[in-house]
C-alpha cells in the first residue's frame, strides 16, 4: 500500500511549500472539500469530494491507495480541528504522512498583531453551543470556528443574550484571498450582518487593553481591510456627503425611531443624499432591504463610498429621478423621503400608491411650502399624519465659555395609510 499523504493547504496554495506542492502534482487521487479541489481544476487526477459524511468516504483510502498515490487535501494544519485524525483512524498512523500548515488561528492573530497561546480557540464547526458556553466561563480572549449554523451574527446574538454583549469582534472573512476583510464590530452590531462563509471570529472583552491590538483607524498586515464599526447616532465628518447635505444626527434618531423599522422590511430611502439614514438603518432592519435612491451622481457614489466604508451589504443604490425609478423597486414597508423639492407631491403620490396598508412613511422638509405639500397629498388620500418640529441646538466655544448655535428648525412628518396602526 502506497502512504496516503495529508497536505494543509495553509490559507491557499500560496502557503505551500515546494516539497508540498511536487506531492500535489504527482498525485493520482485528489481527496478534500469542494473548496479545496477548487485550487486545483486542471489537475489530471481523479477527484473525490469530502461531503457531508467524510468518514464514508475516507473509508474508500485504502483500496485506493493499494495502487495509486493519494493525496488528501485540508485546509490550515490537517491535524487542528481537520481530517488529519480521520484519514489516520481510516488508515492506521504508519500508513499516512501528514504535512501541516498555517492554520485560520495564526493567519489572523497575524493580521491583528496579537499573541495566540493565551487565547481560548473553540470550534463549533458540527458542533453545539457547548464548547463557546464552557469558554465563555474563563474569560479572556476567544477564536472561534464557525460553521453555517454558527456564523458571527449567531454568535453575536449568543453573547448578547448570555448577558455578554461587552465583547468586542473581529470577524476574519476570506483569509488569505483576494476577497480577504477584517471587520471590527460590537456584539451588538454584528448581530444583523451577513458574512463570508469563510470565516473566523476573534472575541475578547472590550477592557483586556490587549497591547497589539490594531484600533480601528489602523490598517492590518497583508493588505486586509479594516472596516470601521457603523452604530446609530454617527457624527457628520463620519460620512462622506456635499457640505450641508446630510440628516443631522439628531434629526436622524427621531427619523429612525418614527419609521419603526422591523427585521426584514424594505426600506425606500428617497433623496437618500450621502445615505445616512439608510445605512444606519440597516442596523435595525435584520436581514430587510434598503433602496438609497438618489438622482445626482456625486451624490450617489458618495453612498456607495459610505457602504463600502461601513460594509453595508443590504444596501442598494438607485440612481435616477424619483418617482420614475420607483417602479421597479419591490414594495416597500417604510418609506424616508429625506428630499424631492418641486416632485415631491409626485413622489408622495407613487408612495401611496406602493405601500402596503400596514406601512408607514416618514419625510423631513425645512421649508414651509414643502411641508404644506406633504400635509395636503398625504391628507386628500385620507392618511393619518403627524408632525413634530425639530429645534436643536449646539454647543459652541466662545472666549472661555460657550454658547448654543440653533440649526435650522426641522419637521418630521409620519404619516400611515387610513386604518394603519404604528
Same mark, same amino acid.
Given at each position: ?20 506542492? @511536487? /506531492?500535489? +502534482? ?11 479541489? *477548487? ?8 477527484? /473525490? ?8 468516504? &475516507? *473509508? ?34 504508519? !500508513? ?12 489572523? #492573530? ?6 495566540? @497561546? ?38 453575536? $446574538? ?18 488569505? @484571498? ?32 490587549? +497591547?497589539? /491590538?490594531?484600533?480601528?483607524?489602523e490598517a492590518p498586515a497583508s493588505g486586509a481591510q479594516v472596516f470601521p464599526a457603523l452604530h446609530l447616532g454617527?457624527? +457628520? ?8 447635505? /446630510?440628516?443631522?444626527?439628531?434629526? !436622524? ?5 418614527? &419609521? ?13 443624499? #450621502? ?31 459610505? !457602504? +463600502? ?15 420614475? #425609478? ?7 414597508? $417604510?418609506?424616508?423621503? %429625506? ?8 413622489? &408622495?403620490?407613487?408612495?401611496?400608491? !406602493? ?49 448654543? @448655535? ?12 387610513? %386604518?394603519?396602526?404604528?
Amino acid at each position: 500500500m502506497i502512504p496516503v499523504q495529508v497536505v494543509g493547504l495553509g490559507m491557499s496554495p500560496a502557503d505551500l511549500t515546494s516539497k508540498a506542492r @511536487q /506531492i500535489i +502534482e504527482a498525485a493520482q487521487v485528489l481527496v478534500g472539500g469542494k473548496r479545496l479541489l *477548487k485550487y486545483f481544476p486542471n489537475h489530471p487526477a481523479r477527484k /473525490i469530494p469530502l461531503g457531508k459524511d467524510p468518514q464514508k468516504t &475516507l *473509508k474508500e483510502l485504502p483500496s485506493l491507495a493499494a495502487s495509486q498515490r493519494v493525496v488528501v487535501l485540508a485546509s490550515g494544519d490537517p491535524n487542528f480541528y481537520g481530517v488529519g485524525p480521520l484519514v489516520v483512524e481510516a488508515l492506521g498512523a504508519e !500508513r499516512v504522512v501528514l504535512y501541516p500548515n498555517v492554520t485560520a488561528v495564526q493567519a489572523a #492573530c497575524a493580521r491583528l498583531k496579537i499573541a495566540w @497561546q493565551d487565547a481560548a480557540v473553540v470550534s463549533l464547526h458540527g458542533r453545539a453551543w457547548e464548547p463557546l458556553k464552557e469558554a465563555l466561563k474563563e474569560g479572556g480572549k476567544l477564536i472561534i470556528y464557525t460553521d453555517p449554523q454558527h456564523p458571527p451574527e449567531a454568535i453575536a $446574538r449568543f453573547l448578547l443574550a448570555r448577558g455578554h454583549g461587552q465583547m468586542r469582534l473581529c470577524v476574519c472573512e476570506d483569509l488569505g @484571498q483576494d476577497t480577504e476583510r477584517v471587520s471590527w464590530l460590537s456584539a451588538a452590531e454584528a448581530q444583523t450582518r451577513e458574512f463570508s462563509p469563510l470565516n473566523l471570529v476573534v472575541a475578547w472583552p472590550d477592557s483586556t487593553g490587549e +497591547e497589539g /491590538i490594531v484600533s480601528e483607524d489602523e490598517a492590518p498586515a497583508s493588505g486586509a481591510q479594516v472596516f470601521p464599526a457603523l452604530h446609530l447616532g454617527l457624527p +457628520e465628518e463620519a460620512l462622506a456627503h456635499q457640505q450641508g447635505l /446630510i440628516t443631522k444626527v439628531e434629526v !436622524r434618531a427621531v427619523v429612525l425611531a418614527k &419609521l419603526q423599522l422591523g427585521p426584514g422590511q424594505v426600506l425606500w430611502d428617497v433623496g437618500a443624499g #450621502c445615505g445616512s439614514v439608510g445605512l444606519e438603518a440597516s442596523l435595525l432592519l435584520g436581514g430587510g432591504r434598503i433602496f438609497a435612491v438618489e438622482q445626482d451622481p456625486q451624490r450617489a457614489a458618495q453612498i456607495k463610498a459610505n !457602504r +463600502e466604508k461601513y460594509r453595508v451589504a443590504n444596501l442598494e443604490v438607485v440612481l435616477g429621478q424619483a418617482p420614475k #425609478c420607483l417602479a421597479g423597486l419591490p414594495t416597500p414597508e $417604510r418609506v424616508f423621503v %429625506g428630499g424631492g423639492g418641486r416632485i415631491l407631491a409626485k413622489v &408622495l403620490k407613487e408612495v401611496i400608491k !406602493r405601500l402596503d396598508s400596514k406601512g408607514r412613511v416618514v419625510l423631513t422638509a425645512t421649508l414651509l411650502k414643502s411641508l404644506e405639500t406633504a400635509r395636503q397629498v398625504l391628507g386628500r388620500a385620507g392618511w393619518q399624519v403627524e408632525v413634530v418640529q425639530l429645534q436643536v441646538s449646539r454647543a459652541r466655544p466662545l472666549g472661555d465659555s460657550e454658547y448654543l @448655535q440653533a440649526l435650522n428648525p426641522v419637521w418630521v412628518v409620519t404619516a400611515m395609510p387610513p %386604518g394603519g396602526k404604528p
